[in-house]
């Protein structure tokens, strides 16, 4: 099943990744700024926001009755147990955590996270009752010697192994160039959409084509309100998971309202 089928509908979903930012005084300003400027029109937008784990509480109850929902940034998948310094997925559900962020760049390179704790940590979310949003992503060294597809099947078949298509209504995929997150640099469309799909091409291969039909696929790397409406109208780019763009209510909310948008067009 290919991009133009008409029959394929993906509701695009907005993240914003606020990495180690968020006192509770910034989460309760933005969460305030966010939901002030909601608006009905952006209902067929799926947006959730994933605040540091200290701020999860109280980002839990000024969400409450909205639609904005909430995601953590990691977890760890033992339930508990002497694991000094983690949290566990059952924590952070606890706290009002539907999605857990998996396998991000800055958890791969700089706490070390492998592709084998990435699969426990998936496994672990979705019997949890979790939906993961599992990263894969090339270095800039790696897609200048033309290793891009390379690196994304092998963070795919490791991070994925085990998963049988059931699994699969509970996972996204996020694309995430490593070169793109936090550089300003973003993907040309050509770029972001040939990574989008050769990732879809691989859930084919590896789970079946309805799954590859039916996953959505997130595009992360400045991704920002200038950007936002061409890459996010690419035929495989499914929403954004956005860092910087999405710690100012503006921002984030010209990101959601430009998702809205191509959903009303594709909709027309
Ligand atoms: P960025 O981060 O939007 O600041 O590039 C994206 C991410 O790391 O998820």
């Not at 977890?75 to 396998?103: C, H, K, N, Q, W």
């Not at 270095?139 to 963070?155: C, F, I, N, P, Y």
């Not at 990574?195 to 997130?218: K, N, Q, V």
């Amino acid at each position: 099943m290919r991009e133009n089928d008409p029959k394929v509908e993906r509701q695009k979903f907005i993240c914003g990744n606020w990495k180690m930012h968020g006192t509770l005084e910034q989460t309760r300003t933005l969460l305030q700024g966010i939901l002030s400027q909601w608006n009905s029109e952006y209902s067929d937008v799926e947006v959730a926001v994933f605040p540091p784990f200290t701020a999860l509480m109280e980002a839990s109850r000024l969400l409450q009755g909205s639609a904005i929902q909430l995601g953590a940034q990691n977890a760890y998948y033992e339930d508990d147990g002497a694991f000094t310094g983690e949290v566990s997925l059952r924590m952070i559900a606890e706290l009002g955590a539907g999605f857990v962020i998996l396998g991000h760049s800055e958890r791969r390179t700089l706490f070390c996270e492998t592709d084998e704790l990435i699969n426990k940590k998936i496994e672990r979310s979705i019997a949890t009752g979790l939906m993961p949003i599992l990263c894969v992503g090339e270095s800039l060294e790696e897609r200048e010697r033309g290793a891009t597809d390379a690196v994304v099947t092998k963070q795919l078949e490791h991070s994925l192994a085990g998963l049988t298509i059931r699994h699969f209504s509970r996972i996204t995929i996020a694309y995430e160039p490593v070169w793109a997150i936090g550089t300003g640099k973003t993907a040309t469309p050509a770029q972001a959409q040939e990574s989008h799909a050769a990732i879809r091409d691989r859930i084919g291969t590896l789970f079946g084509r309805e799954t590859a039909r039916d996953l959505r696929i997130l595009y992360g790397g400045s991704l920002k309100p200038e950007n936002a409406h061409e890459l996010l109208s690419l035929p495989d780019v499914d929403g954004g998971l956005i860092g910087g763009a999405s710690l100012k209510a503006d921002s984030f909310m010209a990101i959601v309202q430009a998702a809205a948008q191509i959903t009303s067009q594709q909709q027309a």
